[in-house]
């Protein structure tokens, strides 16, 4: 980052300045957190020691539980003690840390949910080449070219965002550092480097979307040719969860971050506490609620646990 920054550290307004609103945020928002935390980590712990989850779906899945355990801590922890404390400071280099950390994973479950739509894909349409295509190396190669993408892209929208001179106001409205708050308080121009954020977020965003739309309407056109019913329902409870997730991500991400500097409002606000809170939270449940081979899981977790008490 080459910018001549003159600033060394920054203001974090926060989600809101009512005192009477603080605390019950916090509450709230403290218990999402711890929620999020047990919830992921518990699906990540189960897919190791329970056999029958040792597949390729669940090593993608633990990823993407390591993932949202990782993105949603180097934002929680930060607004839980703005919201309690009168002193809302962040260092620079604090900031350009949380942003990277966020930046890197958001990134890189975009890649895993397109690698899980791929794997979704294959094992519907075709089975038998299932083992082969998706085989351990494969799984592990994806896994690591996600990370790879996510912390390339992640250097760059840090360098784009904080590469600029910081000498006038130090007051980030927001309750992190993310992009449009922190280039609104750049002395120098931004508009490259917000086309340049634009440019990568479209190709990280929309490129991973599409794999997954060409993977479900594979997928689709599978399934409705099955003449089963009960064979196209295993099918789509199979996916079911996968694009609740995907649903619930990508819309807030596009809502976001596909926008004009000038359309940003508010309700970035909302839609930020969204996917960076809220969704890491959801994303257990939607996988183990609406999963038969996870709920058989924790069942025999259940019964192992009270056999030996």
């Known amino acids: 980052m080459g910018g001549n920054h003159v600033q060394t550290k920054f203001i974090l307004l926060g989600i809101t300045d009512s005192p009477c609103v603080q605390a019950p945020l916090f509450g709230l928002f403290l218990l999402i957190y711890i929620v999020t935390v047990v919830g992921n980590i518990g699906i990540m712990v189960l897919v190791w020691v329970v056999p029958n989850l040792h597949t390729p779906m669940y090593f993608f899945l633990t990823h993407f539980s390591f993932a949202d355990v990782c993105y ?35 990134t890189a479950e975009c890649h895993l949910l397109a690698v899980m739509a791929y794997d979704r894909h ?57 992009v449009s708050p922190v280039l609104k308080l750049a002395c120098s121009d931004t508009h490259s480097s917000e086309m340049v954020i634009f440019a990568f977020v479209a190709i990280n965003a929309v490129g991973t979307s599409m794999i997954i739309l060409l993977s479900y309407i594979c997928i689709l056109r599978t399934v409705l040719r099955m003449r089963s019913a009960q064979s196209r329902s ?44 809220v969704t890491p939270m959801l994303n257990p449940f939607i996988y183990s609620l609406r999963n038969k081979e996870v709920k058989g899981a924790l069942v025999k977790c259940r019964r192992r646990v009270s056999n030996r008490c």
């Open 122 to 178: 294959v094992a519907i349409c075709n089975p038998l080449l299932y083992v082969t295509v998706i085989s351990g190396r494969v799984c592990r190669q994806l896994v690591a070219s996600s990370y790879l993408i996510a912390f390339l892209s992640a250097i760059i929208y840090t360098g784009c965002t904080f590469g600029g001179s910081f000498c006038g106001p130090n007051q980030i409205d927001h309750f992190f550092c993310d």
């Open 234 to 277: 295993r099918a789509f409870n199979t996916c079911a969860s996968h694009l609740t997730a995907v649903s619930l991500f990508y819309g807030t991400i596009f809502f976001t971050y596909l926008q004009p500097a000038s359309s940003h409002s508010s309700l970035d606000k909302v839609a930020s506490i969204f996917y960076t809170v």
């Open 72 to 106: 949603s801590t180097v934002i929680s922890p930060k607004m839980l003690a703005d919201l309690l404390s009168e002193n809302k400071t962040i260092s620079f280099a604090g900031c350009v840390m949380q942003f990277h950390g966020f930046a890197f994973f958001a």
